[in-house]
């Protein structure tokens, strides 16, 4: 079982940058793939981006592709998801995720965070 708590959030004008970690707890981090997902209010979670257990695989939502980089440090037991270019559409709550295959569904993962909001202003 993994625990994980993420945090980095806030409010952030349009065209900054913010910088997600989330940390698991627990000695068996590197099995795990890792996933960010977004949510607003009255529409479902969605995928924003996977990193395989290594971290040699990647995969990113098309409207974050080249804006957000996702990495893992598995020494720190922690994932971390570099926001840059955000935009007004990138506000919402951002959730970190972990499984032993993960992927882009968020039925693929079994472990979830409690969420960080994000809020990018105009």
């Known amino acids: 079982q993994v625990q994980l708590v993420e945090s980095g959030g806030g409010l952030v004008q349009a065209g900054g940058s913010l910088r997600l970690s989330c940390a698991a707890s627990g000695r068996t981090f590197s099995t795990y793939a890792m996933g960010w997902f977004r949510q607003t209010p009255g529409k479902e979670r969605e995928f924003v981006s996977y990193i395989s257990r290594s971290g040699s695989s990647t995969t990113y939502a098309d409207s974050v592709k080249g804006r957000f980089t996702i990495s893992r440090d598995n020494g720190k037991n922690t994932v971390y998801l570099q926001m840059n270019r955000l935009k007004t559409e990138d506000t919402a709550v951002y959730y970190c995720?972990?499984?032993?295959?993960?992927?882009?569904?968020?039925?693929?993962?079994?472990?979830w965070g409690q969420g960080t909001q994000v809020t990018v202003s105009s």
């Open positions: 995720a972990a499984d032993f295959f993960g992927g882009t569904i968020v039925n693929l993962y079994e472990y």
